[in-house]
């Protein structure tokens, strides 16, 4: 495909040596460029859209459920994608533990489980605790963009970044957001609204400058 200057290995799906220490991201790229990570990657139709689009960044794809992960495998190879990983992986975990600090220029986050029943809600993946662990994985400038379909958890995602000083509301530029996920393609058309937004991380100093929209 053009603007890939090597090939896609033989399988996408990326095996850490360890899940206590941080990702070799040199060593899992051929080329050394931005990173941005899709958590809950579903079938991968955003992500292997965008990362073909955007050749000169790399992209990592987060899914727990190991068949939707080798179907993003396989759509990735289809497309000689070498600027794309999987991981088979719990995205808070990957946050948390795998992320490199300081190392992502963006992360998508589509379309996560709303957990609507009350008692579950605690299980979210945009909760209290996520602005912080997101924080750390980010470098500055980096951008959280974010879309549901459940209007109670777009009001708890706002809630969550309107209290994190260190993050500041930004806009989703238009070619992103016409970029569809699998689900959201779904939901608008059963005529189910799509709800989103982005947050950026404020610079830790002044004369940093903010990196190019995605």
Same mark, same amino acid.
């Not at 965008?50 to 050749?55: G, H, Q």
């Not at 960044?57 to 992960?69: C, Q, T, Y």
């Not at 794309?84 to 963006?106: H, I, K, Q, T």
């Not at 379909?149 to 109670?152: I, P, Y």
């Given at each position: ?28 790229? &051929? ?7 899709e958590?809950?990657? =579903?079938d ?5 859209d ?6 000169e ?13 080798r179907?993003i ?9 070498a600027n ?23 992360l998508?986050?589509y379309?996560?489980?709303p957990? &609507? ?14 602005a ?9 400038g ?6 549901t379909?459940?209007?109670?958890y777009?009001?708890?995602m ?25 689900f ?8 189910? &609204? ?5 947050y ?7 004369g940093? =400058?903010? &990196?190019?929209?995605p």
């Open positions: 495909m053009a603007g890939h200057l090597t090939d896609p290995p033989a399988s996408l799906i990326h095996e850490p040596a360890s899940i206590l220490e941080r990702l070799p991201l040199p060593e899992m790229f &051929p080329l050394c460029q931005p990173l941005e990570v958590l809950g990657s =579903g991968g139709s955003f992500v292997v965008y990362a073909a689009r955007r050749p960044i790399n992209f990592i794809a987060v899914e727990r459920l190991l068949g939707r992960l179907k495998d396989r759509k990735g190879r289809r497309a000689g994608l794309l990983r999987c991981l088979w992986m719990e995205a808070s975990y990957f946050l948390e533990f795998l992320a490199p600090e300081g190392s992502v220029r963006a998508h986050v379309f996560p489980d957990w &609507p029943k009350r008692k579950h809600r605690r299980r979210r993946l945009i909760n209290e605790r996520f912080s662990i997101a924080r750390r994985a980010l470098a500055p980096g951008v959280v963009f974010v879309r379909d459940d209007a109670g777009f009001a708890q706002r809630e969550v970044f309107g209290a994190a000083a260190f993050f500041e509301e930004t806009h989703t530029p238009e070619p992103l957001a016409a970029l569809a996920t699998d959201e393609r779904l939901f608008n058309l059963k005529g189910v &609204p799509t709800w989103r937004a982005a950026r991380l404020r610079m830790k100093a002044e940093i =400058g903010a &990196p190019d929209e």
